[in-house]
Every structure is written in structure tokens, then in C-alpha cells.
């Protein structure tokens, strides 16, 4: 990984990311027209049908922008950069099949699975270190984690959508201040353009959605630049900063599936128990809850930058957000026992 200053090419840098934003407005005022609805169900918030896709916009534009910004900077694609684009377009490409006409969750799980050993395997394999079983193993494990998790949380509107913004713009910012490589922070700068030029159509009235292909896509490289940070030498506790940055959705996830256990429900199954679906039962409106998931990853970020960047406490860190993330779990519980008829 080659160290860059940002001030080389920044005219040239400026130019390509707003023509990708751009693009990728255009792009979905595009799918828009493809009339590929998302019709209203017993899981849905919303009440009349939305065109869906929106990810594809997200995905044309990232894995064309991303090699055309490493060139502007000289950088080669090694295999982690080779690997992570054809993942994201195979897991793409499956998710807008999935988007069209849905699949079995098994089916769904081994193409996430089989895009994370792509990816984690690139990774190593770029990184020099060889390739081992417990390494691919516990790689594969976080990406498929983290593309359940954006997947999950994709059901209000912008509340995904943003918050991969923001962790995209922190990790940019992050590795930027870091002297990292074009490879780290010009693929989150890419990713939050794509995502940018999407999310007027998405918050806070949903013209579009951004579907399996967008959410999957968004956690599939949300894990994998947590991956590239874990092995940037300039940062303090690098492995720790993507868990920090997403730590609300990650717990929003994580205590759902356990609660579901707990109460033997599949875990398979198609559900509204989230924290933030509760809360919407319960009455809260849409644009308050996102604007709170929005906050939580914001918090994270800023967590994430004192622990990379000034080599704080990872769990001294973690008190902030966490402590933001206890208090509103408490406040939808409050929420939901209020409301007649609605049971966790």
C-alpha cells in the first residue's frame, strides 16, 4: 500500500467524485422507471409500493469509480482491490435476482458467504501474511456479519443508506488523516459518493429503495475496508474502528437474534422485532428513528477516530455510544409498553 498525500490531483479527484454523484443520481432516477416495485407487507413501513433497485445505481457507480480514482493516484490493484470488486458485483448481481423474484435465506447466506472467503481471502493474500483457515475463517465470519447487518437495518427510510454514509465518510477521513492508501480511503470515499447521489431518492420520502442489491453491497464493503484498517500499521486498535463506528446497528442486530433464541424463534425467519421496527410500531416516526441511528454511527465514528487517530481506550471509547444505545433501547421498551395491543 503506497502512502498518498491528498492535495496530488485534488482538482482531478474533486471532478471524478462529483461526475460519480451525479451518475449516480441519474441512475436512479433510472431504476426508478424499471417499475420494480416493493408492494407493502405485513413486515413493511410503508403503505403504498416503492420502486426497489436503488442499489444497483450504488453498485455501477462503485466498482466503475473506484478503479478510475486508485489510477488518478498511481495505484496498482492488488488482490484485495480485485477481489472486493467481483465480490461485490457477484453479490450484486445475485441480490437485484433476490430483489426481483426472492430466493430461500440459505440460498441468500451462501452467496454472502461465498462473496466474504472471496474477499477475505484477497485480502490476505494482498496483505503478504499467507493464507490460513482460522484467518479466513473469522474474516468470512465479520463480512457476512456485517452484510446481515446493513440488510436487517435496511427498513426505513435513509436510516441504512445513511449510516453507511457516514461510516464510509469517517473511514475516508480516518485513514486520510493517517497518511493510509488510495486503496483504503479511496474506496470508502467511493462508496459514500455512490451513496450520496442515492439518498435524496431514499430520505426522507421515499422515492426508492435501495433493496438486497444495495444493503448487502453497502456491508459487504463497509466489512471489508474494516478489514483494511485492521492492517494499517498508522492506526491505533484499527480492528476495533468499524465495530465502533457501526456499534448501534451492530447491537440493534446482535440483541435481536439473541433475544430471538432465547425465546427459541427461528432465527431464519422473517420478523419486525427489531429496536427500531418496535419503535415504529409503537408510533415514533420514521425520519426521528433514522435521525437517531444516524447519531448512534456518527458517535461511533467520532469514538472510532479518538481510538485510531490518538490511540484512545477501545472500551473507554465504546462508553458513549454505548451508553447512547442502553438509553435507547430503554426509551422504545418505555415505548412499547405503552402502547395498547403491541407486544415485544
Same mark, same amino acid.
Given at each position: 500500500?503506497?502512502? !498518498?498525500?491528498?492535495?496530488? /490531483?485534488?482538482?482531478?479527484?474533486?471532478?471524478?467524485?462529483?461526475?460519480?454523484?451525479?451518475?449516480? &443520481?441519474?441512475?436512479?432516477?433510472?431504476?426508478?422507471?424499471?417499475?420494480?416495485?416493493?408492494?407493502?407487507?405485513?413486515?413493511?413501513?410503508?403503505?403504498?409500493? !416503492?420502486?426497489?433497485?436503488?442499489?444497483?445505481?450504488?453498485?455501477?457507480?462503485?466498482?466503475?469509480? @473506484?478503479?478510475?480514482?486508485?489510477?488518478?493516484?498511481?495505484? =496498482?490493484?492488488?488482490? #484485495?482491490?480485485?477481489?472486493?470488486?467481483?465480490?461485490? @458485483?457477484?453479490?450484486?448481481?445475485?441480490?437485484?435476482?433476490?430483489?426481483?423474484?426472492?430466493?430461500?435465506?440459505?440460498?441468500?447466506?451462501?452467496?454472502?458467504? #461465498?462473496?466474504? !472467503?472471496? %474477499?477475505?481471502?484477497?485480502?490476505?493474500?494482498? &496483505?503478504?501474511?499467507?493464507?490460513?483457515?482460522?484467518?479466513?475463517?473469522?474474516?468470512?465470519?465479520?463480512?457476512?456479519? !456485517?452484510?446481515?447487518?446493513?440488510?436487517?437495518?435496511? /427498513?426505513?427510510?435513509?436510516? &441504512?443508506?445513511?449510516?453507511?454514509?457516514?461510516?464510509?465518510?469517517?473511514?475516508?477521513?480516518?485513514?486520510?488523516?493517517?497518511?493510509?492508501?488510495?486503496?483504503?480511503?479511496?474506496?470508502?470515499?467511493? $462508496?459514500?459518493?455512490?451513496?450520496?447521489?442515492?439518498?435524496?431518492?431514499?430520505?426522507?420520502?421515499?422515492?426508492?429503495?435501495?433493496?438486497?442489491?444495495?444493503?448487502?453491497?453497502?456491508?459487504?464493503?463497509?466489512?471489508?475496508?474494516?478489514?483494511?484498517?485492521?492492517?494499517?500499521?498508522?492506526?491505533?486498535?484499527?480492528?476495533?474502528?468499524?465495530?465502533?463506528?457501526?456499534?448501534?446497528?451492530?447491537?440493534? %442486530?446482535?440483541?435481536?437474534?439473541?433475544?430471538?433464541?432465547?425465546?427459541?424463534?427461528?432465527?431464519?425467519?422473517? =420478523?419486525?422485532?427489531?429496536?427500531?421496527?418496535?419503535?415504529?410500531?409503537?408510533?415514533?416516526?420514521?425520519?426521528?428513528?433514522?435521525?437517531?441511528?444516524?447519531?448512534?454511527?456518527?458517535?461511533?465514528?467520532?469514538?472510532?477516530?479518538? %481510538?485510531?487517530?490518538?490511540?484512545?481506550?477501545?472500551?473507554?471509547?465504546?462508553?458513549?455510544?454505548?451508553?447512547?444505545?442502553?438509553?435507547?433501547?430503554?426509551?422504545?421498551?418505555? $415505548?412499547?409498553?405503552?402502547?395498547?395491543? $403491541?407486544?415485544?
Amino acid at each position: 500500500m503506497t502512502l !498518498v498525500h491528498f492535495p496530488q /490531483g485534488t482538482l482531478l479527484t474533486a471532478a471524478l467524485l462529483l461526475a460519480a454523484a451525479t451518475g449516480s &443520481a441519474l441512475l436512479s432516477r433510472r431504476v426508478i422507471g424499471l417499475h420494480v416495485m416493493d408492494y407493502p407487507g405485513s413486515r413493511s413501513a410503508h403503505a403504498a409500493p !416503492v420502486p426497489k433497485g436503488g442499489g444497483l445505481a450504488i453498485l455501477i457507480v462503485f466498482v466503475t469509480g @473506484v478503479p478510475l480514482l486508485q489510477r488518478v493516484f498511481h495505484h =496498482h490493484p492488488d488482490a #484485495a482491490d480485485i477481489t472486493l470488486l467481483a465480490a461485490t @458485483v457477484w453479490l450484486g448481481l445475485f441480490c437485484w435476482r433476490d430483489d426481483m423474484r426472492p430466493m430461500p435465506p440459505l440460498w441468500k447466506l451462501g452467496a454472502q458467504g #461465498a462473496a466474504a !472467503v472471496l %474477499v477475505a481471502w484477497g485480502g490476505m493474500v494482498a &496483505a503478504g501474511h499467507g493464507v490460513n483457515a482460522p484467518g479466513l475463517a473469522w474474516r468470512t465470519l465479520w463480512l457476512v456479519m !456485517v452484510c446481515n447487518t446493513l440488510n436487517f437495518m435496511d /427498513g426505513l427510510n435513509g436510516l &441504512a443508506s445513511g449510516c453507511t454514509l457516514i461510516a464510509a465518510l469517517a473511514t475516508a477521513g480516518i485513514c486520510l488523516a493517517a497518511q493510509g492508501s488510495v486503496q483504503v480511503w479511496g474506496t470508502a470515499l467511493m $462508496l459514500a459518493t455512490a451513496i450520496a447521489g442515492f439518498l435524496p431518492f431514499n430520505f426522507p420520502r421515499a422515492r426508492l429503495f435501495m433493496g438486497d442489491v444495495g444493503s448487502q453491497c453497502c456491508g459487504l464493503v463497509l466489512g471489508a475496508l474494516g478489514l483494511y484498517m485492521a492492517q494499517l500499521p498508522q492506526l491505533a486498535h484499527g480492528g476495533w474502528l468499524m465495530p465502533l463506528m457501526l456499534c448501534g446497528l451492530l447491537a440493534d %442486530v446482535v440483541l435481536t437474534l439473541l433475544r430471538r433464541a432465547w425465546l427459541r424463534r427461528s432465527l431464519m425467519q422473517a =420478523h419486525r422485532e427489531h429496536i427500531y421496527q418496535m419503535a415504529h410500531r409503537a408510533g415514533m416516526q420514521d425520519t426521528h428513528i433514522t435521525w437517531h441511528a444516524w447519531a448512534g454511527t456518527l458517535c461511533g465514528s467520532l469514538a472510532a477516530m479518538a %481510538v485510531g487517530l490518538h490511540g484512545a481506550s477501545p472500551v473507554v471509547a465504546l462508553v458513549v455510544p454505548g451508553s447512547m444505545q442502553l438509553a435507547w433501547m430503554a426509551g422504545v421498551s418505555l $415505548l412499547v409498553r405503552r402502547k395498547s395491543g $403491541l407486544r415485544w
